[in-house]
């Protein structure tokens, strides 16, 4: 093969994967990365539940709850950041009695895109 042809096949595939690689950030949403408490554990009563996302969200437009067994916010503040780049919200609870408790979040990125899901963890 002549040098120019493979140097312009060289050229068309790494310009074909940087493409492909950027389009998979601007396609990108913010999910939790870690969550304390974790998702199924079981732990003595937590003052707080903190999830870390993997991109910064918006404070205005995100939430960050905790209801007991029969579905009833437990929180009585709203979540708030815990960090200065917008990725980590937390949300205080009072004392909890044993039981398990439900955590649903609602994440909305700086891009605009929202997801949202929730997990379950034991108070022992």
Partial sequence: MYP???TSISIVAATGLLLFASVGQAWAHAQPA???PAPDATVSAPA???ILYTEPIEAALSRLNVLDAQGKQVNTEKAHFTDSDH????VALPKLS???YKVQWVAVADDGHRTHGGYTFTVK
């Avoid at 990725?87 to 937390?90: I, L």
């Fill in 4 to 6: 120019i042809v493979r």
């Fill in 34 to 36: 870690q969550q304390t």
């Fill in 48 to 50: 707080a539940v903190t």
């Fill in 87 to 90: 990725k980590s919200m937390q």
């Fill in 98 to 100: 044993p039981g398990q």
